[in-house]
Structure formats: structure tokens, C-alpha cells
């Protein structure tokens, strides 16, 4: 019996109209994902320029170079025997404004105090990530001309020998700034795995593959396919010790369907580019497109 051609009609504008309905959800879905992105840098963008802003304040307001302002503190804490009540008061305040103002300097994440005075000082650097404290870090620095490391703590892949070189004998704040930020990024990307594998591995395919410094990490994640899964691997390269996000992201697909899913995957790759890595499945896992991996 011959088909009716008016049914096969109507077959096929259903068919055109089911598409058309999926892929307007498709494009509604990738412009909620823009806007999420675009959002998400909007507050980065505003949490860095508050941080800029702290530490340009402390930097303004600091009463001189931070070697000069521990030198004073140990020579003020050491009161002369002939001091009158007054003279005393006058030290007492000085001791006090000086505490004051290397407070302000731990703010920026950095301490310090006298080793041996006049001739070496510890500084403690102190990481953290969105008000949790990571790790402490330290240096013996000998401060007389020529300054040199006596000794420290720093991993191994932070070029720390290498910024002493370029920093340490002209400008020590530049010098202390600089490896503050290694290690602060450091820590915050090992923090970000850390919390991705601890809130997010029921949506990863096997661990995270990771070098020591954290600036290579690979890892997979099944996402949602019609009614099949596949598996989406991920390789993030961080250009340089002091990237908190990641500055190259691959995305590679292998499924049947690899060219339905490049505009799911590149909304992908704008979230591992600009969201903290453990937040990337906050949003994927709200928009439904990735599974749980079994």
C-alpha cells in the first residue's frame, strides 16, 4: 500500500520543527552560559582590583623600607638607662606606631623579624585562598650588601634562586612580591584540585593527573550526549608559576557526534578559562550537562 504523501509531509515538518525546537534550547542554554561567564569575570575582575587597591594602600602608607622600619623596632625595644618619663612615653609611642605599620605589611601576606640584627632577617610568607589559610613559607635573608638566601623552605619548582638574582640586591620588596605571588598561586591551584577531587569526583572519570607545581593537569568527565554518555578529556596549561587560572584549555571529545557538542564544548572551555576549577562543575552540574561518572 503506497504511502500517503501528505502523512510523509507532515512527518518530515515534524521532524524540522523538533529541530528547531533543540536547537533554540541549545542557543538559549549557550547564552545563559555566556551571561554566567560574563558574570563570574565581573566579580573576579572586581575581587582583583580591591585586592590592587589593599596593596597599593599598605604600600602608601608604609613609613619607609621594611628593613629600616625592623631595624627601629629592635633599637627602640632596647630603652637607654637615663631616660626620663617623658623620653619614655616618646618611646613607647614610636615602638608602637612601628608595630602598626609592619601589621599593615603582614596584610599583603608577608612577615618578617630580626635574625641577627643588623644582618639577617626571617620573613614568613602566608598563603591562602578566599579567606582560608593554605600554607607559611620561610626565608633567612642576609641583608647587608651583597644580600644573599641563607636558607628557606620554597619548593623546588619555584624558581626562588632565579628571583633572587634578578630582585633580591636592588629592590627586596620587589623581590618578596614577586615569590609571594609564585607561592600564592601555587596554593591556589592546589587548592582548586584538592576541592574539585573532594566535592566534584563522582563527576570525574578516574584522578586527576597533575605535576608538582599544579600548572599541568589533565583529568575526564563524562557529559551528557542525548541518552549517552561520553567522556570529555581535559588537559589545563598554566603559562607561568603565577597563574591562579588556566591560560591554555583543551577540550577533546572522541564521540560519534564530536561536531553536535563544539558549541556545548566551547562554552566549556570558557568556564575552565575564566571560573576557579572546583566551580566549573558548580555550573556544568546546574545546567545539567555533565554526568556521573560511574
Known amino acids: 500500500m503506497a504511502q500517503d504523501p501528505a502523512a510523509g509531509v507532515l512527518e518530515r515538518l515534524r521532524k524540522l520543527e523538533k529541530c528547531a525546537n533543540t536547537l533554540a534550547i541549545e542557543q538559549m542554554k549557550a547564552q545563559h552560559r555566556a551571561q554566567a561567564v560574563q558574570q563570574k569575570r565581573a566579580v573576579i575582575q572586581q575581587l582583583r582590583s580591591k585586592r590592587d587597591a589593599l596593596r597599593t594602600r599598605v604600600t602608601a602608607q608604609s613609613a619607609g623600607p621594611m628593613l629600616d622600619i625592623l631595624a627601629d623596632t629592635q633599637a627602640a625595644s632596647t630603652p637607654q638607662l637615663d631616660q626620663v618619663d617623658v623620653s619614655t612615653t616618646l618611646l613607647k609611642e614610636r615602638i608602637e606606631t612601628l608595630h602598626h605599620i609592619l601589621e599593615a605589611y603582614h596584610l599583603t601576606g608577608i612577615s618578617a623579624e630580626v635574625r641577627e640584627l643588623n644582618s639577617a632577617f626571617t620573613f614568613c610568607i602566608n598563603t591562602a585562598y578566599e579567606g582560608t589559610y593554605l600554607d607559611s613559607y620561610y626565608l633567612d635573608i642576609q641583608t647587608q650588601h651583597p644580600r644573599k638566601i641563607i636558607c628557606h623552605n620554597i ?43 573532594k566535592l566534584h569526583s563522582m563527576f570525574l572519570t578516574g584522578q586527576v593527573q597533575r605535576n608538582a607545581a599544579y600548572n599541568l ?9 542525548g541518552d549517552m554518555e561520553q567522556d570529555v578529556q581535559v588537559k589545563l596549561v598554566y603559562k607561568d608559576l603565577a597563574c591562579y587560572l588556566p591560560t591554555g584549555v583543551t577540550l577533546t571529545y572522541t564521540g560519534a557526534d564530536a561536531e553536535s557538542t563544539d558549541a556545548k564544548l566551547e562554552c566549556h572551555r570558557q568556564l575552565f578559562e575564566n571560573v576557579e576549577l572546583h566551580r566549573v562543575f558548580d555550573s556544568l552540574k546546574l545546567q545539567e550537562e555533565v554526568a556521573i561518572s560511574s
Open 217 to 225: 593537569l589533565k583529568f575526564r568527565y563524562p557529559i551528557l550526549c
Open 155 to 197: 619548593p623546588a619548582f619555584i624558581p626562588v634562586e632565579q628571583m633572587a638574582c634578578t630582585y633580591l640586591q636592588l629592590d627586596l620588596r620587589r623581590f618578596m612580591d614577586v615569590l609571594r605571588d609564585a607561592l600564592n598561586a601555587y596554593t591556589s591551584r592546589r587548592y582548586q584540585v584538592e576541592q574539585l577531587q
